[in-house]
């Protein structure tokens, strides 16, 4: 009796073990199912590369909005990847620990504000300054980027402090027996020895900024054009989705799946290259 | 209590992986006895203990040869039931380890596994194994305190007497007074003189005095072989190999 | 010319330095901003009444309701797929080709955007089975989205059990699913608990997923079939339409507060869960 | 082991209603579709559900498209769709017009052009008018906010004005509030939304010399208007039949109408 109830016990995890498995397949099934005969028949270089986007007069080319997705997550990297790793180096190397105990989930906690109220901020806040000061819209490829670099900097500065911490401290200390300054300690050994746990923090940001959506459509303009300026308002992958679904029938919300397809590549795209570095950190 | 069983092992080679931690073990263990096995680190006195009770299973890599019988039971077979044979066979380990329970939660363990529910039988076991183990007058007043909150040498005797609750025919200790002062150690031992009345008893120890003083029988392991095994009275005076003779006056282990 | 090291030493504590006091600048700014203008707003009467005028006037009480019910289900869900999850990986099976790929799956799923979530949720649940934009439509979405977290950080959990419990365990006669419900289980508790409340946090802030699934619906709802809207999507309309700026940095305080509380509980929870791992 | 069926147990359960969630209480009425109606939808199911208290009305936006999707797919039982022509796919549908609706051109209030004709409005979204100067304003260049494709304003928007090819440097909105808030945060844009959402914190324009006002609207003398039509599948039945009734009746035609919406006649 028992032993039949621990084989059913263990026949039932195992199926459970793979129900995220079987979930990102569903996922990836629909989402395919729905947006692949279109992707098929429209042909991958006219979707891909073309800039027409005009649903109404059946054209559907998202050249303008992969350019946009790109600018915008290499903006938002260029804000918050420096930021962060500044703020890791920092907080591991020239503070004592107890300050770093008390920061540190104070940051994380901040990964928990909904996106979109930073997506509001930068609506009230940071699209008038640029307005004002910089001119264009205001709602563009700038405050999109300051917007997603910020909402990004809790997940670099948290993979990133850990990354910095698992170094060995017999590191630190012969660099430092050796007559190094801190900051020589940290430059020429630290961050050589953390290097891939900090780009695997960079590639999770960047994975972030780039599914990011309600944010986006809040700050980016959401204009279907490539961008000239960072002051050009422009509209990414994901805002492409989130504007256009409710309202698309038809082809058009094959074509709006065909861009989840897109969308969907790039993320696996960055996940394996965050896990690859993340094992090379292992080792 | 049932009566003890007689112990036989033939033959017996045991794997970590590529390892070959226990080279061809034949050896006997009467019932009502207590067996030390000796030996320095390494030299498969603990991997022998956890084939008597499979705990080995619990290591994937790890794989057996050769037969140990159990009474009647043939325990190295593949359809012998492991969970009714460690129920017969408890086992005390190197460092004290309590559940994360109170201390009379840990007692009760075992026996509400083996589904004993009723309070009144709980408490009677609890009471008896806590007095074999001769841990009942320090800790009677305090048994829904945590099993944490007692010392290393309490802690140790928590276990033995958690063994003891199971009612088990054989007693393993893997170096059960490695960790604990002399005081604590003869309290162990103490409890290990009367339990041998009623118990088959292992007792690995790298303390070879500890083998003199409380068993019947000594085996010396080294590198996985049984170098020699024989009545501790004769082992510990004459023994036949000289290995056995350089380890228990310490010229090496 | 070579700059000396103690000035590069300086230079550089100045511009980390500076660096760290900007991050947290920004993000105090955010949290003050917020709360500084929608704790105003807040009263009991907001918190209790139904909206009007679509939120124009009125409180939010639906959507606190909404705010509760989803994460609920979502957790309700997850949690027993994603403890089962871990309990599978680390108790009942080694390393081997297999786990390799449900760890591959996890990881890619928890890299998914939640727009795409949003959108497997709709053709999903809403369409293909039927349900509508519900509850329970929105919580298995965010069931799914939330798996991943739920499994890595019991797994982490379970496997800072000590070995030595399983082994004692084991040689008292248990079995492993016994040894998994009385020892493992209750000892990885408290990482599992923080594991849960952060799916929660992130549930609560989820916009995207949620309005592609659970609707916006500004009724009381009487069953998990009954849409609803969450505190996150009330802001993001009010704010968005215009309705009631007021209204909508209310709510967003109210949304903030109770996403810090969440959080700080679950670090509470995984501090003193590490505080007891390395005694 | 107890626990562990009863962990099966409630597990079967949860598939069980997972199994048996396509229903559909007779008394469960879903409207969806245009952000424009929604607001109205809301009121009008708010009044009529506190006459029928055995009627369960949902409104949801979602847009025109998905509101006649929605009503083909039988998600929801109404659909709201403000077309001024309904696409091929609605030809299924019975569709019953219950409003008219005028489109305002709305910029902020500190914008110094107060009428439009028609060609300058088409110049203005084609891009071919980039600055304000051009229209009889000051010398700022324009931005255009325009809402998503597929967008049932949008489209009615670009029917009624004739020969829109949007400029690609527009910016886009997905609904009339977020229109009128981006118009109200810049002096330079100029968008459109449906008249019953304008506010103070916008400025409608004159078209053609026409103010967009109810009278114009009644009177035809301004030409931006579409009508709302409400979608079933097959003619109209049970309590779906009960809320267009009340929508057409007087009460409902009124109330309507004291929202700023038009009455269907």
């Known amino acids: 009796m028992r032993n039949t109830g621990e084989r059913i016990v263990q026949n039932a995890l195992m199926l459970v073990a793979f129900s995220a498995l079987a979930s990102l397949l569903l996922i990836a099934v629909f989402i395919f199912k729905e947006g692949l005969p279109f992707l098929l028949r429209t042909g991958l ?69 909904p996106s979109v109220v930073y997506g509001f901020i930068g609506v009230i806040v940071v699209a008038p300054l640029i307005r004002s000061h910089l001119g264009g819209p205001g709602l563009s490829v700038l405050c999109a980027a300051v917007i997603l670099g910020i909402m990004i900097l809790p997940t670099v500065i948290s993979i990133s402090v850990d990354a910095i911490g698992s170094v060995p401290n017999s590191y630190r200390e012969g660099a430092l027996a050796l007559g190094a300054t801190r900051w020589q300690s940290v430059h020429m050994v630290v961050l050589k020895a953390a290097r891939s746990g900090i780009v695997a923090g960079v590639i999770l940001g960047m994975g972030r900024a780039i599914g990011e959506t309600m944010a986006v459509i809040m700050v980016a303009g959401n204009s279907v054009k490539i961008p000239h300026s960072a002051l050009d308002s422009v509209r990414t992958l994901t805002a492409n989705i989130a504007l256009e679904m409710g309202y698309a029938t038809g082809q058009h919300r094959q074509a709006l799946f065909a861009t989840g397809i897109v969308l969907f590549v790039f993320i696996m795209i960055l996940n394996s290259l965050a896990m690859a570095a993340m094992k090379k950190s292992v080792k | 209590m049932s009566d003890p069983v007689q112990i036989s092992v033939r033959n017996l080679s045991v794997y970590y992986g590529k390892q070959h931690v226990l080279r061809g073990i034949t050896l006997d263990i009467p019932s009502r006895h207590v067996l030390g096995i000796i030996g320095p680190a390494g030299s498969g006195k603990t991997a022998f203990l956890r084939t008597l009770n499979r705990l080995n299973d619990l290591n994937p890599d790890s794989r057996m040869e050769g037969k140990i019988l ?71 007043d305090r048994l829904q305190t945590s099993a944490f909150r007692l010392s290393g040498g309490q802690q140790q005797r928590l276990c033995l007497a958690r063994v003891l609750a199971m009612e088990p025919e054989v007693v393993l200790l893997d170096e059960p007074c490695s960790g604990l002062d002399p005081i604590s150690t003869a309290r162990i031992e103490e409890a290990l003189m009367t339990l041998k009345a009623t118990h088959t008893i292992v007792l690995v120890t790298n303390n070879t005095k500890q083998a003199a003083r409380v068993a019947d029988t000594t085996a010396f392991f080294l590198m996985g072989e049984l170098i020699e095994v024989g009545p501790t009275s004769r082992l510990f005076v004459a023994p036949t190999d000289s290995r056995t003779n350089e380890y228990i006056s310490g010229r090496f282990g | 010319m070579r700059v000396p090291p103690k000035v590069t030493q300086a230079i550089a504590v100045a511009l980390f330095g500076g660096a760290t006091v900007l991050t947290l600048a920004v993000l105090v700014f955010v949290i003050v901003f917020v709360l500084g203008k929608g704790l105003p707003v807040v009263s009991l009467d907001f918190l209790l009444q139904s909206p009007r005028e679509m939120g124009k006037a009125g409180g939010i009480f639906p959507t606190l309701v909404g705010t509760f019910l989803l994460p609920l289900v979502a957790v309700a869900i997850a949690f027993p797929l994603g403890v089962g999850t871990s309990v599978y990986l680390t108790e009942y099976t080694v390393e081997s080709r297999m786990t390799g790929v449900i760890r591959f799956g996890t990881d890619c799923l928890a890299g998914i955007p939640s727009i795409i979530f949003g959108l497997f949720g709709y053709i999903f649940f809403v369409e293909i089975l039927q ?118 940095y209310g709510t967003a305080a109210i949304l903030i507060i109770a996403v810090l509380l969440v959080n700080a509980v679950s670090y509470g929870l995984m501090n003193r869960f590490i505080a007891r791992r390395t005694k | 082991m107890k626990r562990f069926m009863i962990g099966m147990a409630m597990g079967l359960t949860v598939v069980g209603l997972l199994a048996g969630c396509g229903r559909q209480s007779a008394a469960l009425v879903t409207v969806a579709g245009s952000t424009a109606f929604q607001p109205f939808a809301e009121k009008l199911a708010e009044q009529f559900m506190a006459m029928r208290n055995d009627v369960n009305i949902t409104v949801q936006g979602g847009g025109s498209a998905l509101g006649i999707q929605a009503a083909r797919s039988g998600t929801a039982q109404i659909g709201m769709a403000d077309l001024v022509q309904l696409p091929p796919e609605a030809a299924e549908l019975v569709s019953t017009t219950v409003a008219r609706d005028g489109l305002a051109l709305i910029v902020h209030p500190a914008n110094g052009v107060t009428n439009l004709s028609i060609e300058q409005v088409r110049g203005l979204f084609n891009g071919t008018l980039k600055n304000w100067k051009e229209a009889g304003g000051a010398d700022q260049s324009v931005r255009v906010v325009s809402r998503e494709a597929g967008s049932g304003t949008r489209s009615s928007f670009e029917q009624t004005v004739g020969g829109i090819r949007l400029t690609a440097e527009a910016i886009i909105q997905d609904s009339n509030g977020t229109i009128r808030e981006t118009v109200a945060n810049d002096p330079n844009t100029i968008g459109y939304l449906t008249h019953g959402l304008l506010s103070e914190k916008v400025r409608a324009v004159r078209v053609d010399g026409v103010d967009c006002t109810e009278a114009a609207i009644l009177e035809g003398r301004y030409k931006l208007v579409r009508p709302v039509f409400l979608l079933t599948k097959g003619a109209p039945g049970g309590a779906a039949k009960d809320f267009i009734d009340y929508v057409l009746s007087p009460e409902g035609q009124g109330m309507i109408r004291s929202y700023g919406l038009l009455p269907a006649k």
């Not at chain 1, 930021?83 to 300050?99: D, M, Q, R, T, Y």
């Not at chain 2, 380990?93 to 309070?119: E, H, M, Q, T």
């Not at chain 3, 059990?161 to 248990?174: C, H, I, K, N, Q």
């Open chain 1, 45 to 113: 270089r006219d979707f891909l590369l073309s800039s027409d986007w005009r649903p109404q007069e059946g054209h559907f080319g998202i050249y303008p909005m992969i350019v946009s997705s790109l600018w915008v997550t290499f903006g938002a990297m260029l804000v918050g990847a420096p930021l962060g790793i500044a703020c890791a180096i920092f907080l591991n190397e020239f503070v004592p620990k107890s300050v770093m105990r008390v920061t540190k989930p104070t940051i994380e906690l901040l990964a928990g504000i």
């Open chain 2, 70 to 140: 159990m009474g009647e039971t043939e325990i190295t077979h593949s359809d012998c039931d492991v969970v009714s044979l460690r129920k017969r066979v408890g086992m005390v380990f190197a460092l004290p380890v309590p559940l994360p329970l109170s201390i009379y939660d840990n007692l009760a363990y075992g026996p509400r596994l083996s589904g004993i529910r009723k309070r009144f039988q709980l408490d009677e076991i609890v009471e008896r194994s806590l007095k074999a183990a001769v841990l009942w007058e320090e800790v009677k």
């Open chain 3, 131 to 248: 349900m509508g934009w519900c509850i329970l439509s929105g919580g298995l979405t965010l069931a799914i989205m939330v798996l991943p977290t739920i499994i890595r950080t019991s797994e982490e959990a379970i496997k800072a059990v000590p070995t030595s419990y399983r082994e004692v365990s084991f040689s008292l006669g248990a079995t492993r699913w016994e040894t998994v419900l009385k020892v493992v289980l209750p000892t990885a508790l408290p990482g599992i608990v923080t594991g849960v409340m952060l799916s929660i946090g992130r549930s609560i802030g989820e916009t995207a997923a949620v309005i592609f699934t659970a609707g916006a619906s500004l009724r009381l709802p009487d069953s998990l079939f009954d849409s609803v809207r969450t505190m996150a999507v009330h802001f993001y309309i009010l704010a968005r339409e215009g309705i009631s700026i007021e209204n909508a």
